[in-house]
């Protein structure tokens, strides 16, 4: 049985005494939850913030991103050390946007796949397709490759420690969702992928979370389908009561 994951997703939003409003309102409503796993993965800027609220409670820090190198001559990044130095245990990676407006590709989403891996913490890996690439047929053929391309490389045990996030970026920020119906298709056709990849037992553990404009209302639903494992919040997990209705139905 795989427990759900929720995790907002709070982008370029919530400076730090924002962030610590907000997540001080998560902790008092739903700090002591039960149920699916959560966690918040602020600006990078907010996290030693959220991490001092959150202590001692069930939600965990995720970040949004990370590089590939250890330390350097890396301008604007921020290594995976530190992240876990700041008390971080889930990146996310190769988010749509960070493919579309900041040059991510499948290598690099791998480099970084790899390096979170390596210091014992957990990926969240994005996949999607964009709306050109559903119209057209592709879908499978993009989140394959998506998904090929992230775990190269990724031994059966590591892949253990992930998540995959399939998020069509037609459906982000648009308050458009993909039906369960389609979303159900997918999820499962990434998660025979997961079984060739690997094994069925790998398949039946990794969670694959649903992205793109979940809200309390359609979130029972998605999570009852038989693939949905969890939900990667953007929009919905910066008013906290939309965040917990969210949890709510992953109960
Ligand atoms: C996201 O960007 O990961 C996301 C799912 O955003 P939203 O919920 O706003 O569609």
């Known amino acids: 049985m795989r427990q759900y994951i929720i995790a907002g997703n709070w982008k370029m939003n919530m400076g730090i005494s924002d962030a610590e409003t907000l997540a001080k309102e998560l902790v008092e409503k739903a700090g002591t939850s039960?149920?699916?796993?959560?966690?918040?993965?602020?600006?990078?800027?907010?996290?030693?913030?959220?991490?001092?609220?959150?202590?001692?409670?069930?939600?965990?820090?995720?970040?949004?991103?990370?590089?590939?190198?250890?330390?350097?001559?890396?301008?604007?990044?921020?290594?995976?050390?530190?992240?876990?130095?700041?008390?971080?245990?889930?990146?996310?990676?190769?988010?749509?946007?960070?493919?579309?407006?900041?040059?991510?590709?499948?290598?690099?989403?791998n480099k970084k796949v790899k390096k979170v891996l390596a210091a014992g913490l957990k990926a969240i890996v994005c996949v999607g397709e964009t709306l050109e690439q559903r119209e057209s047929g592709v879908t499978e053929s993009v989140v394959k490759t998506q998904v090929e391309g992230a775990y190269a490389g990724i031994s059966a045990e590591d892949?253990?420690?992930?998540?995959?996030?399939?998020?069509?970026?037609?459906?982000?920020?648009?308050?458009?969702?993909?039906?369960?119906?389609?979303?159900?298709?997918?999820?499962?056709?990434?998660?025979?992928?997961?079984?060739?990849?690997?094994?069925?037992?790998?398949?039946?553990?990794?969670?694959?979370?649903?992205?793109?404009s979940m809200k309390p209302g359609n979130a029972g639903d998605l999570l009852g389908q038989t693939d949905i494992d969890g939900g990667l919040i953007g929009g919905a997990a910066l008013k906290a009561d939309d965040f917990i209705g969210i949890i709510n139905a992953g109960k």
């Not at 907010?46 to 330390?71: F, P």
């Not at 700041?86 to 190769?94: F, K």
């Open 34 to 109: 039960e149920g699916p796993e959560m966690v918040l993965c602020p600006t990078y800027l907010a996290l030693a913030k959220v991490a001092e609220v959150i202590k001692g409670s069930n939600l965990k820090l995720g970040a949004q991103d990370a590089h590939w190198e250890d330390d350097g001559a890396y301008t604007g990044k921020v290594s995976v050390s530190m992240l876990k130095e700041a008390g971080v245990e889930y990146v996310i990676l190769g988010h749509s946007e960070q493919r579309s407006f900041f040059g991510e590709t499948d290598e690099t989403v």
């Open 159 to 212: 892949a253990k420690n992930t998540v995959i996030a399939y998020e069509p970026v037609w459906a982000i920020g648009t308050g458009k969702t993909a039906s369960n119906e389609q979303a159900q298709e997918v999820h499962a056709f990434i998660r025979g992928l997961m079984k060739g990849l690997y094994s069925e037992e790998v398949a039946e553990s990794v969670r694959i979370q649903y992205g793109g």
